[in-house]
């Protein structure tokens, strides 16, 4: 059923856009086609140096419920507040340009929320490799039973930290995404806007279908300075996670700094990050200590900080 009655909440999608021509149409196609017919579709190119505004604009054009912002070149953080500022719906969504959702994903997330009074409602997933054609879903398990913050920092879930899969009531949305962090930034805004966000729901039908490839922001590409960034976001979120997670962030900081070294060697780039070297071996003492870390990670922590060659092997060895 199309819903367009007024006395439905409006939802706004925000679709932040940069060089997104390839994929965008499938993309904006996915959002007209909702059975849920009271939303606003707020598309941000991000200085786009191909077709993605004249896409976007030929959308707005023929669908009042699109409308197409313009920016130079500041980054997907920048994008995504420049609509929240101009958004004015009660429940937002976010959707990545190069991705697709079906027909009833808007409606079944608005549904779970307004039934239950939830906050902050998650999707369940596929995640579509564009090499290979094949799709992966992705499930929540145990949800019920986990805090907020749990379930958005608990990598090993695949669920939490990214927007794409989630719909939040506006009001919770009192701190804008840190324009500076390019890696993380998602995790960081979702903690800092719904740590106690303790009225959840969950939609465990894959709606939402995220897409992989070598051209996406975190898939395929060689290393760029703005990835140190990663760091202060990792840093910001070790403040924000529940207990339960600290001695995992803490080892995910020593991960970073050793991923950030190795991809910067294999682009022929020189990196020497000493201060963070410190403070990855300083983390490297709690992290071998803690008692809710499997031993593997601790051996991996030990291999990072102090013997990275051996690690690097180890690695290619088992991939």
Request: glycine share 4%.
């Amino acid at each position: 059923m199309n819903d367009v009655r007024d006395d439905l909440p409006l939802v706004s999608l925000i679709v932040p856009a940069y060089n997104a021509e390839r994929y965008l149409v499938p993309c904006l196609e996915s959002l007209a086609r909702q059975t849920y017919r009271r939303l606003e579709v707020l598309i941000v190119d991000d200085g786009s140096q191909d077709a993605t505004a004249s896409i976007a604009r030929r959308f707005a054009e023929h669908d009042a419920r699109f409308t197409l912002y313009a920016q130079e070149n500041k980054g997907v953080s920048a994008a995504r507040n420049r609509a929240l500022s101009c958004l004015t719906g009660s429940y937002v969504m976010f959707v990545d340009s190069d991705d697709w959702v079906e027909p009833g994903y808007v409606a079944a997330m608005v549904a779970a929320a307004e039934a239950t009074g939830a906050e902050l409602v998650i999707s369940a997933y596929g995640e579509y490799d564009d090499q290979t054609g094949q799709e992966r879903i992705v499930r929540l398990a145990n949800y019920p039973e986990r805090t907020t913050p749990e379930v958005i920092a608990d990598e090993k879930t695949l669920y939490g930290g990214f927007c794409w899969n989630k719909l939040i009531r506006r009001e919770r949305i009192t701190h804008p995404y840190h324009e500076e962090l390019f890696f993380y930034e998602n995790l960081v805004f979702l903690l800092e806007n719904t740590d106690d966000a303790t009225l959840r729901a969950v939609v465990h039908e894959p709606l939402y279908h995220y897409r992989v490839h070598a051209d996406s922001a975190v898939h395929g590409r060689a290393y760029q300075p703005r990835w140190l960034t990663v760091l202060p976001a990792v840093e910001r979120a070790l403040g924000l996670v529940p207990p339960s997670l600290t001695s995992f962030y803490q080892y995910l900081y020593i991960n970073r700094v050793c991923w950030l070294k190795r991809s910067a060697r294999r682009a022929g780039v020189r990196l020497e990050l000493p201060r963070e070297d410190r403070r990855a071996r300083e983390l490297c003492k709690e992290v071998v200590r803690a008692r809710d870390l499997p031993l593997s990670l601790k051996v991996k922590a030990l291999l990072l900080c102090h013997a990275p060659f051996v690690y690097d092997l180890w690695l290619g060895r088992l991939t």
